[in-house]
């Protein structure tokens, strides 16, 4: 469901492609090239800017309040898979999420930098271009480095909180039988 005050647009006749299973918040901005799969969620105030190039977002994946996604001309498209949290105010730009991983809030992921499945970036986390999160391995600071090894508490608590918004999205869509 896309609500009424939700803004999505074509640009230079890309129309965005959303699941009629996904949910798009109040305020969010929803531009050219992007595909958006089903049961994921764009929370209120969310920028997603396919206008240069593609960005897709996979299946079960909640975009937090704020965040803004957008691509480098020519060369870099944002690719975002399945079951990914992505906290609020992040900054995603021409990079690369893999099924399952974690992006904290205020956290900003640059040009070419792949969280790889099972990842978890830190709130407030810099990965710079071309840093890449191993699976199951938490990063942090600004620049980002190596952390530690996720625990399995961390790793199960990412599946959860993917699930946990999908529910959540479904609430907001029928807020009268929540």
Known sequence: MIDPAAIIRPFEGHHPDIHPEAWIGPGAVVIGKVSIGKDSNIWPNCVIRGDVQTITIGEATNIQDGTVIHVTRDTGPTRIGSGITVGHQAILHACTLEDD??????????DDAVVHTGG??????????????????LWAGSPAKFFRDMTQ????????SAAHYVKLAKRHENPKNS
């Open 101 to 110: 991983c974690f992006v904290g809030m205020h956290a900003t992921v640059m």
């Open 120 to 137: 978890m970036l830190a709130a407030g986390a810099l990965l710079t271009p071309g840093k890449q999160v191993e699976k199951h391995q």
């Open 153 to 160: 508490a961390e790793i199960d608590w990412i599946s959860g």
